[in-house]
């Protein structure tokens, strides 16, 4: 018999919540006039269980860089809990903050913007353990050396250069930096969206192999519904700061029930264009985070809008079991045309 895991999830947020004051630049001058307040995250409510890959997914400037700067407090909540293994780290001071960076890492977008382009691989990936472990040399260089061999580099790499590297490798010296402290807790903003197709493949097997072999968590940042279902567990869909639908990404990919994800996956190229298969388009831009629509946010763009989403927002509601959606298509009875 398989044992249960009891232990709470390894990181939970309550109500989370980010906004940008953009009424002052540099040295406090005031900029802007009229409406200043950016709500870049709004009752952003997650759970990502231990060894699981949660995927999030959403349109540019919908808040998902935002979310995974805030869950590592690179930048500080405006309100809300955020939970990291059974504690709650919202306020947490420098100390234990120090203490909880080596379970927790990010690999960035760009992996050439992230490599100081002055230091060797050795000196970047080295870095967290000179920060948090402080080992002799020759041990931290074996150390490097050991986890390069781990994301498919050399150990004769070790005192190159970024700019001697292509995409791809650049990217592999951002996963050994992540993952040299050994973390729990791993979050990959859009990790492989500046790689080419190849290369995006090898990298997600990377990955998922890293994730199997060191028992990692991730939360997994795209805006590729198709990149983010294949790696992950469970998928949440933001939009304008939002969480609109979260679920199974088997649920998410074939039974969409927000009129957002069902554009989102309508917009996937599909080889089947012939299939009779109903594509939900949206019309309009993203609403500016300075001035949200009221009610629904969504309601601007959504071909089944109603009165009443202009007025009300719709709460989180489980569908099934694991299912949820924020929409009020499904408060009541399902209006006819339905997208299922």
Request: proline content about 6%; overall charge positive; glycine content about 8%.
């Amino acid at each position: 018999m398989t044992a249960v895991d009891v232990r709470p999830p390894l990181v939970e947020t309550r109500s989370l919540g980010k906004t940008f004051d953009t009424r002052k630049g540099l040295f406090g001058r005031l900029l802007v006039r009229g409406r200043h307040l950016i709500q870049a995250l709004n009752n952003v409510n997650l759970t990502v269980d231990r060894g699981t890959t949660l995927g999030l997914i959403g349109e540019s400037g919908c808040g998902k860089s935002t979310l995974a700067r805030v869950l590592l407090r690179l930048q500080e909540p405006s309100r809300g809990r955020i939970i990291f293994d059974g504690e709650d780290i919202t306020e947490a001071g420098p100390p234990r903050m120090r203490e909880l960076r080596r379970r927790m890492q990010i690999i960035f977008q760009d992996p050439y913007a992230s490599l100081n382009p002055r230091k060797t691989v050795e000196q970047i990936v080295s870095l967290p353990l000179r920060v948090h472990e402080k080992l002799a040399r020759k041990a931290t260089r074996d150390r490097v050396a050991d986890m390069l061999e781990r994301v498919g580099l050399k150990a004769a790499h070790l005192n190159r250069f970024p700019h001697q590297f292509s995409g791809g490798q650049r990217q592999r010296i951002g996963v050994a930096r992540a993952l040299i402290l050994k973390p729990e807790f791993v979050i990959c903003d859009e990790a492989v969206s500046a790689l080419d197709v190849s290369i995006q493949a090898q990298i997600l097997h990377l990955l998922q192999e890293l994730g199997r072999d060191l028992k990692l968590t991730f939360l997994f940042i795209s805006h590729n519904l198709s990149v983010v279902g294949y790696v992950s567990d469970r998928v949440a869909v933001m939009y304008l700061g939002e969480v609109v639908e979260i679920g199974p990404a088997r649920a998410m990919l074939v039974d969409p029930r927000h009129p957002y994800t069902q554009s989102l996956l309508a917009a996937v190229p599909r080889l089947d264009a012939a299939s009779g298969r109903r594509r939900t388009l949206l019309s309009g831009d993203l609403p500016s985070p300075l001035d949200p629509p009221s009610g629904c946010r969504f309601h601007t763009r959504c071909p089944h809008v109603m009165a009443h989403c202009r007025v009300a927002a719709p709460p989180l509601g489980e569908l099934s079991a694991g299912h949820s959606v924020a929409c009020h298509l499904y408060s009541g009875q399902r209006p006819a045309g339905e997208a299922s």
